[in-house]
């Protein structure tokens, strides 16, 4: 019934649209394959840019992933080249007191073989007097019997 009013409206004699008719007969078959085609492939072109947008989103959460580790290690490296900064300036002044250390402890070392020395001469000294000292001392005695003696 439509098809009837729309061939009156456009005005087309029976035998056009019986030639339209036969015309569309022969190639609705042939309209209709591909239609169904192309149909398939919209469908398969949708079903693939959905694959290549799951691709996309876990590509890119990957890379928000690998992004915060890479900012974790880097921190991790900049710690440890603060640390390595620490334990040089640490290792520089053990290096610097170790030094001083080590030339006190040789002045010391001098020191106190000058000090040996000195107490060695000094108890060779003591150990050998001389004798105008021995005959003083006896003549010290003498005289201080003789003062405690006298009335």
Known sequence: MNLFKL????RMSESGVVELLKIAGGHLPRARLEYDRINDEL????????????????????????????????????????????LQKTTTESNRYL???????????NLNLEMEQEIAMLMNKL?????????????DENEMLQYSFSP
């Not at 840019?49 to 900049?78: A, G, P």
């Not at 030339?103 to 070392?109: L, R, V």
């Not at 150990?127 to 003549?139: E, G, V």
Request: hydrophobic share 25%; charged share 30%; aromatic share 4%.
């Open 43 to 86: 469908n398969s072109l949708k079903a693939e840019l959905n694959n290549t947008v799951v691709v996309y989103q876990q590509f890119c959460d990957r890379n928000i992933e690998l992004k915060k580790r890479e900012d974790e290690l880097q921190r991790n490296v900049d710690e440890l080249e603060a640390k390595r900064t620490d």
């Open 99 to 109: 030094a001083e250390f080590q030339e006190n402890n040789s002045d010391n070392d």
């Open 127 to 139: 150990s050998t007097p001389p004798l105008n000292i021995a005959n003083s001392s006896h003549k």
């Open 7 to 10: 061939a009156q409206n456009s």
